[in-house]
């Protein structure tokens, strides 16, 4: 069974606002195995809506429309739909109860514009918005369905995912099931993943792997389609081991987990505290370090050291280093790191000192320049690093890198 | 001159990421007065995608297509455009030493993978992409334009901005001229500032305000339509004013600012140096205060005090005042804020400490408590705060809070 997404509304046009409907419905049709190959944005303009939906009938087995319920004149889905099927608009008594019952409940009077909202195509299945006012349609249509659903992320989803999904489902019958799993690796290059597992990017269905590139992250998305979830399962498992075997620790994660839980993770398995020195990242490894819940049992203390003063009289570095080498270099990223896990009494030191830009450059000390150290036990490790990008894109992949290092190394 | 835009990727279609690039190449669009009636998506398939652009070209002006120009195997976008129009790929020498450049800076070898990146059909233009890898291309077809941009936010904004848009706007001679501008609240006052500005949110066209409540941020955004850009400059200015007569001090910026760049405005302006010291907010007040570029000429130093070690040996909060309120209490809040300001002998101290969650509430002290100090000269000023959502959300609001606080104390 294939889907295709329709969203509807000039302000998606206009860009005030973001499509995250789509990609809910998108990840929702993915999962109970629906291949969604086309999706796109109309105005509130009857002409267009309908040439689009035709076409998406055309190729489609459903077409899912969002938006365009509401109570005004902008709003133009039901009358398109109604002309398209052709079928007269009727005054649905129960769906006008529940409009009215909706504005007792708020004690607010019955805007009379809502009454729109209960006329419904004659002898096509309507379906109760539990979280706003407008209801959703189910229409057949030459032997095709089409489903129109309110515009609000929060009345869409419960409406999808409670009374169009199971009716999905029985209709398709899929006989098979789609599972995905997606391998994190914490770095920018692309490429070199890239190179590691080429042969896999050419698999063809029913299992395949895609690469993603993300900031300071690439990703890599096993999908499989097999005919039971265990099948698909085996499936990806098999590729991911290969993944695994190739890029091995690398790789921080799978799925939902992020490299700073990762990190977490292994502080908390170890029994291993932390503190961090900051110049450059201004705090976001700190930030980073305890957005995850429980962090107050590895994370000590961070410090922002802005001002060489800072960094000489709470941190202890030492003001000839500062003068010969410069304070963005790795002898003072060193001297952070250990300076800050003796101050917080941490089994592990952080030094970051960078230039974040996008001025204070040189030509000999550009934007992007970050020296991150790590002092753990009696190892001292130091990485020269060079980004691209904005302030906080500076910082956010200065960020990525030192807790990799320190994954790498707790 | 009417424009459509296509987003190529198998990613989108099954909803792995939410599709920014469309509603921001739709802003820039509608700002320049070139209408967009389609949006669509494809996944990386050949003939799906000449299918789309070929639907496109027949009703648009011009097509801009996102997506699908990196050196993977997945990314078909310029042999299909090659193919669609006829030219054969060659190898670009300018674009081939940029790319080589771009991994040189990086001391990375250059993967052979990207050579594909420097193939441009011939006689066609390319635009150098100075944030990533791929170039971006500039196509004729029967009388239309063919724009194909890359995937990444990062590198699509800047290579439209400065090198599209100026394009179009030659092209184009609109006879419209759609400008906005958003006025910015911080803090969750959406129901204030909905009562003060009710009448205005039902403005009829030329000229709309539509109001956005965002977490822990509330937009209005104000439209007009006319025949000059300074007509409708005009029009935006008298509601701006209406709106600033009545929201007054709660404004703090428009547009494209930021909090923390209004509060870094007023730092350098008004020479006041900064420090904070944060307990649940982790750094995150300490990053935002530094993602401002030039903030080292206010912000001297922040202190992550987890533990309440720190927070007496280095802040020399009082282990009495410890004791018999808690860590997390307005007087403890307080004494960090004074503490921080010794410290780093700065103008201004703020002190946070609260519970960002999920656990670690009492029924007296639930999650979401946070108490917001500032020392600012022999000031002292303390606020209690309940805020709900997720850990990073508590950690946003407050530091959203923290930063008001100090602009309106400043």
Not at 119 to 131: S, V
Not at 333 to 341: F, L
């Amino acid at each position: 069974m294939t889907a295709e997404i329709i969203s509807i509304g000039t302000e998606l046009l206009l860009g005030h606002i973001v499509n995250t409907n789509t990609s809910f419905l998108s990840q929702k049709l993915a999962e109970i195995g629906v291949d969604v190959y086309h999706t796109s944005v109309v105005g509130d303009n009857p002409m267009r809506l309908t040439q689009a939906i035709k076409q998406a009938v055309h190729r489609s087995d459903v077409v899912i429309t969002t938006g365009g319920l509401g109570p005004t004149v902008d709003d133009i889905t039901i009358e398109t739909i109604a002309a398209l099927v052709g079928k007269r608009l009727i005054l649905n008594k129960t769906v006008l109860k529940d409009l009215k019952d909706y504005f007792k409940m708020r004690k607010t009077a019955f805007p009379r514009n809502n009454v729109r909202q209960a006329m419904i195509p004659e002898d096509t299945k309507w379906i109760r918005n539990r979280a706003g006012t407008a209801p959703g349609l189910i229409a057949d249509y030459r032997g095709k369905i089409i489903v129109c659903l309110p515009g609000p992320p929060r009345e869409i989803e419960p409406m999808f995912v409670n009374d169009i999904m199971p009716l999905l489902i029985k209709r398709s019958a899929p006989n098979w099931i789609i599972k995905s799993r997606t391998i994190k690796i914490a770095s920018g290059l692309e490429s070199l993943v890239n190179n590691k597992v080429k042969d896999l990017l050419n698999l063809k269905p029913p299992t395949t792997v895609g690469i993603y590139a993300k900031l300071g992250q690439v990703e890599l998305k096993i999908m499989s389609k097999a005919k039971t979830g265990k099948e698909a399962a085996r499936a990806i498992a098999l590729i991911e081991q290969k993944i695994r075997s190739r890029l091995k620790d690398h790789i921080f994660g799978c799925d939902h987990e992020t490299l700073e839980g990762a990190v977490a993770g292994l502080l908390i398995a170890k029994k291993k505290t932390i503190a961090a020195a900051e110049s450059c990242t201004g705090g976001l490894l700190s930030s980073r370090l305890t957005d995850v819940s429980g962090s107050s049992k590895y994370f000590i203390m961070g410090l922002i050291a802005y001002s060489n003063e800072v960094k000489k009289n709470i941190l202890c570095v030492d003001s000839e280093i500062l003068k010969k080498y410069g304070a963005v270099s790795a002898q003072v990223a060193s001297q952070m790191a250990v300076g800050i896990k003796l101050l917080a009494g941490a089994d592990i030191g952080v030094g970051i000192t960078g230039i974040a830009g996008p001025t204070g450059g040189t030509r000999t000390k550009p934007v992007g320049l970050v020296y991150i150290a790590l002092a753990i036990g009696s190892k001292l490790i130091a990485r020269e690093l060079k980004f691209r990008g904005s302030r906080e894109e500076i910082k956010f992949q200065s960020s990525q890198v030192a807790l990799d290092l320190i994954r790498l190394n707790v």
